[in-house]
């Protein structure tokens, strides 16, 4: 089976940088998103890694580590309109059709 | 409509009553997928589809049912709606190898 776990909750200052940590366990790894989901709306993806390292995108990076099974997203610059559930999903080779399984997800409250 | 449409949006339905829920997305993107999110589990996938007439199981399939017979539609049918199934139900689709696309959700009340 597949295990990820992110923190529930984080809370952060507008303008600040801040780390959300995604650990997973899965045979086969084929790749991690992230998505960043508002309260009430739909997830919307943020970011794809399959090799190890940094992608940036903007005021987001995604990193991942394969052989500790780590990945982290990273948002700069806060916003207020950051404030987001942010999601980690993985995909495996062990899963037919492209499936994700995600984790928890992560609330993260932006602060004046 | 351009891109990945769910109806209804909100649904209030009793227990026992059969409800499906709409998915339909004008991508011709191969697979599809319903999630079911509830606080404290996440997203977690009921049902996928990776062509027409093709579907298979996900993590909680128990209680739900699935057809695909035309690419860009994939209703989930709940054929007894219990409590246990008052969610949102987010449908997705995605090409081979891409991110997936989610539609706007369902919030299904059961009483």
């Known amino acids: 089976g597949q295990n990820i776990d992110q923190p529930t909750e984080m809370t952060a200052t507008e303008g600040a940088i801040v780390q959300i940590n995604c650990t997973y366990q899965t045979s086969g790894f084929n790749g991690l998103f992230w998505y960043q989901q508002h309260a009430g709306e739909a997830p919307t993806f943020l970011s794809y890694n399959v090799l190890d390292g940094l992608e940036e995108k903007g005021r987001f990076s995604s990193f991942l580590s394969r052989s500790k099974g780590y990945s982290y997203l990273l948002l700069k610059e806060l916003q207020m309109k950051d404030s987001a559930s942010y999601l980690c999903?993985?995909?495996?080779?062990?899963?037919?059709?492209?499936?994700?399984?995600f984790g928890g997800g992560t609330r993260l409250m932006v602060k004046p | 409509d351009a891109g990945i449409t769910q109806s209804p949006r909100y649904k209030i339905t009793e227990t026992g009553r059969q409800v499906t829920l709409m998915c339909h997305q004008t991508?011709?993107?191969?697979?599809m997928f319903w999630y079911r999110q509830d606080l404290g589990h996440g997203l977690r996938l009921i049902y996928y589809s990776a062509a027409a007439d093709i579907t298979d199981k996900g993590e909680v399939p128990d209680g739900y049912v699935v057809s695909r017979s035309k690419t860009e539609n994939f209703p989930l049918t709940l054929e007894s709606a219990t409590r246990s199934q008052t969610s949102v139900y987010f449908c997705a689709s995605l090409l081979a190898g891409e991110e997936q696309f989610f539609g706007p959700g369902t919030r299904l009340t059961v009483l």
């Open positions: 999903a993985v995909r495996s080779r062990s899963n037919a059709g492209n499936m994700l399984t």
């Open positions: 991508w011709s993107h191969s697979y």
